[in-house]
Nanobody, 122 residues
Framework: QVQLVESGGGSVQAGGSLRLSCATSGFSFTRHCMAWYRQVPGKEREAVATINGAFTSTYAKAVKGRFSITRDNAKYILYLQMNNLTPEDTAVYYC????????????????WGQGTQVTVSS
C-alpha cells in the first residue's frame, strides 16, 4: 500500500535551517506529482511547494527564495530544504502525492503522510 513517512522536523531558532524528508513506497514515485503542505492549528492546510514528474517546482509566495523542493527518483524520497526560517513557518508539514504527472492547483491529493512538526522560535 502507499506509504509516505515524513522526518526531519524539529525546533530551530529564527534564521536557522531544516531539511524535511518524505520516504515513499507503494506507488510509481517517478510518475507522480509530489507536494509539501503545512498546517497550523485552527487554519486550513496550505500548499508550500510542489514538484511534478518533469521536476518542475512551484512555491508559495511566503517561502519562495527560502525553501527548495527536490525529489530523488532513485531513492523514492521527497525533500524540502528550508532556510532562513521564521516563526511564521511553525506548522505541521505534510508530504502528499497524487497519481498525476502534473500537480493540481488545489489540495486534490490522494495520499498524505502523518506530518512532522516544525517549530521556529524568535
Amino acid at each position: 500500500q502507499v506509504q509516505l513517512v515524513e522526518s526531519g522536523g524539529g525546533s530551530v531558532q529564527a534564521g536557522g535551517s531544516l531539511r524535511l524528508s518524505c520516504a515513499t513506497s507503494g506507488f510509481s514515485f517517478t510518475r507522480h506529482c509530489m507536494a509539501w503542505y503545512r498546517q497550523v492549528p485552527g487554519k486550513e492546510r496550505e500548499a508550500v511547494a510542489t514538484i511534478n514528474g518533469a521536476f518542475t517546482s512551484t512555491y508559495a509566495k511566503a517561502v519562495k527564495g527560502r525553501f527548495s523542493i527536490t525529489r530523488d527518483n532513485a531513492k523514492y524520497i521527497l525533500y524540502l530544504q528550508m532556510n532562513n526560517l521564521t516563526p511564521e513557518d511553525t506548522a505541521v508539514y505534510y508530504c502528499a502525492t497524487v497519481a498525476k504527472w502534473y500537480c493540481p492547483d488545489g489540495p486534490a491529493y490522494d495520499y498524505w503522510g502523518q506530518g512532522t512538526q516544525v517549530t521556529v522560535s524568535s
